[in-house]
């Protein structure tokens, strides 16, 4: 985080230090680890006895701020105010920051990166993003056009576009077992043949596993069912056609 404290209104994932009979003690995880301030009150929409019967120690909570007063460093908090739905749109946007630093230092340090270059490039790209991990989806989708106008070496796009589409794009897989059989003399070199289609493009990705005579299992991995599925029939069909010519039988049992 770029400021020092965060803002009325905003959603905050704390973890408690300190339980008192009155009040929970927390530190911003965020935000450097700054003190804040949880209320009984501020606990439950009912009444509560007990703190330690709610929260405990070392627990991570997902607090929503109440007030702020910067000249005394002092944080309000609230858990009964933060609904279900904002305490999993929270928890989700703390584990892609979580996955975005990742990707971002594992880069940095392959490339020989120091701390300061990468927390320029950090800053830069929040600049023009809302965060980290929409400016690395962002990039795993368009490509380097889409930080085209950002002040950041290309190495380090390249570099990092390659591991955002490996691990940020999200990748469907459909299968199915084929069973091919071809009579004539040069049957094996003709199922070869028609088999000699794995490869990975942009969008999709085919592999081929032999299972032992006659099976073949097909596996194709792409960035939606829709895609998945037309690819697979293409090829399936393309397979049974070859075989058929050629005196043989084919026959594809799709799995689950």
Same mark, same amino acid.
């Given at each position: 985080?770029?400021?020092?404290?965060?803002?009325?209104?905003?959603?905050?994932?704390?973890?408690?230090?300190?339980?008192?009979?009155?009040?929970?003690?927390?530190?911003?995880?965020?935000?450097?680890?700054?003190?804040?301030?949880?209320?009984?009150?501020? =606990?439950?929409?009912?009444?509560?006895?007990?703190? /330690?019967? +709610? @929260? %405990? #120690?070392?627990?991570?909570?997902?607090? $929503? &701020?109440?007030?702020?007063?910067?000249?005394?460093?002092?944080?309000?908090?609230?858990?009964?105010?933060?609904?279900?739905?904002?305490?999993?749109?929270?928890?989700?946007?703390?584990?892609?920051?979580?996955?975005?630093?990742?990707?971002?230092?594992?880069?940095?340090?392959?490339?020989?990166?120091?701390?300061?270059?990468?927390?320029?490039?950090?800053?830069?790209?929040?600049?023009?993003?809302?965060?980290?991990?929409?400016?690395?989806?962002?990039?795993?989708?368009?490509?380097?056009?889409?930080?085209?106008?950002?002040? =950041?070496?290309?190495?380090?796009?390249?570099?990092? /576009?390659? +591991? @955002? %589409? #490996?691990?940020?794009?999200?990748?469907? $897989? &459909?299968?199915?077992?084929?069973?091919?059989?071809?009579?004539?003399?040069?049957?094996?070199?003709?199922?070869?043949?028609?088999?000699?289609?794995?490869?990975?493009?942009?969008?999709?990705?085919?592999?081929?596993?032999?299972?032992?005579?006659?099976?073949?299992?097909?596996?194709?991995?792409?960035?939606?069912?829709?895609?998945?599925?037309?690819?697979?029939?293409?090829?399936?069909?393309?397979?049974?056609?070859?075989?058929?010519?050629?005196?043989?039988?084919?026959?594809?049992?799709?799995?689950?």
């Amino acid at each position: 985080m770029s400021q020092e404290f965060p803002e009325e209104g905003e959603l905050v994932l704390a973890t408690v230090t300190k339980i008192t009979p009155y009040a929970a003690y927390v530190s911003l995880d965020e935000y450097g680890g700054i003190q804040g301030f949880l209320h009984i009150s501020e =606990i439950s929409t009912g009444w509560v006895k007990n703190i /330690e019967k +709610v @929260v %405990k #120690e070392r627990q991570k909570l997902v607090l $929503k &701020v109440i007030r702020v007063n910067p000249l005394r460093k002092e944080v309000d908090l609230s858990l009964r105010q933060v609904t279900e739905d904002e305490k999993r749109r929270k928890i989700l946007e703390v584990k892609r920051q979580e996955k975005a630093l990742g990707i971002l230092d594992s880069v940095a340090k392959k490339l020989n990166l120091d701390e300061e270059k990468k927390e320029k490039y950090i800053s830069l790209i929040l600049e023009k993003f809302e965060s980290l991990y929409d400016a690395l989806e962002s990039l795993a989708k368009k490509g380097k056009r889409a930080w085209e106008k950002l002040d =950041i070496h290309e190495e380090f796009i390249n570099s990092l /576009e390659e +591991v @955002v %589409k #490996e691990k940020l794009l999200p990748e469907v $897989k &459909v299968k199915g077992i084929m069973k091919i059989i071809c009579p004539l003399p040069n049957g094996v070199e003709i199922i070869k043949e028609a088999l000699n289609i794995e490869g990975k493009s942009e969008d999709v990705k085919v592999q081929i596993t032999y299972l032992g005579a006659p099976k073949y299992q097909l596996v194709i991995s792409a960035s939606n069912y829709k895609l998945a599925e037309r690819v697979l029939n293409n090829i399936v069909n393309r397979v049974r056609d070859t075989i058929i010519k050629n005196q043989g039988t084919f026959e594809f049992i799709q799995e689950k």
